[in-house]
């Protein structure tokens, strides 16, 4: 016959499997793992085009007052200037014995100035240009020895000149478009007044 421990111990081994299943279930009134929210989709990013922009066209003019905005005629008449050469000046074309080389390209003059006073004078010609033209222009303009620098896509060929016997030039040349501005005088002031009325020019055309 066991002992008392004996039958405790057959017990207690006995129950060990119950324990260990009942330890398996869930725990009654214990809630389930909760499912893991759907992952929400990313934004598709949206591509703004750059915008393309509008090629430059140089505008060729068929008056002289075209190619100064009126302010700057404004300035020219205050000093006692009149437009004397161009399409639509005092004398038109006959105003030189002989063509510029603006317009033997095909281009136009105008010529603001004074007329018993030649230095108080301000030359003005624009020329559409080719390929063929453009090279020209470019010989010629470096035949006459004058400074050169870039600006933008535009290469300036130019003198500051003196108050004596050699007037500011200003010539701005691109591949398609030659605008130049000579005045009666030169100098650091009437160079840099070329240079301001080129802008101008530019501007009023839409050479740039």
Avoid at 36 to 48: G, K, R
Avoid at 59 to 79: G, H, K, S, W, Y
């Amino acid at each position: 016959m066991g002992t008392a421990r004996d039958v405790g111990t057959t017990l207690a081994v006995a129950l060990i499997p119950l324990a260990l299943l009942s330890g398996c279930g869930a725990t009654p009134g214990e809630p389930g793992a909760a499912p893991s929210p759907p992952a929400s989709a990313e934004p598709t990013p949206t591509t703004t085009p750059t915008p393309t922009p509008t090629p430059v066209e140089f505008r060729m003019p068929t008056a002289c007052a075209e190619l100064l905005p009126p302010e700057r005629i404004a300035d020219l008449e205050a000093v006692g200037m009149e437009l004397l050469a161009g399409p639509d000046g005092k004398y038109g074309d006959a105003y030189l014995a002989d063509p510029t080389p603006e317009q033997q390209v095909g281009g136009m003059t105008c010529i603001w100035g004074e007329e018993q006073v030649p230095e108080n004078s301000v030359t003005v010609s624009v020329a559409s240009l080719d390929a063929a033209t453009h090279d020209e222009v470019v010989a010629a303009l470096v035949a006459q020895g004058l400074n050169t620098r870039t600006e933008g896509d535009a290469v300036v060929y130019e003198r500051v000149g003196d108050e004596i016997a050699a007037p500011a030039i200003v010539n701005l040349l691109r591949e398609d478009s030659w605008i130049s501005v000579i005045e009666g005088l030169g100098g650091t002031a009437f160079h840099e007044e070329a240079v301001d009325i080129a802008a101008e020019v530019e501007t009023q055309l839409g050479a740039r």
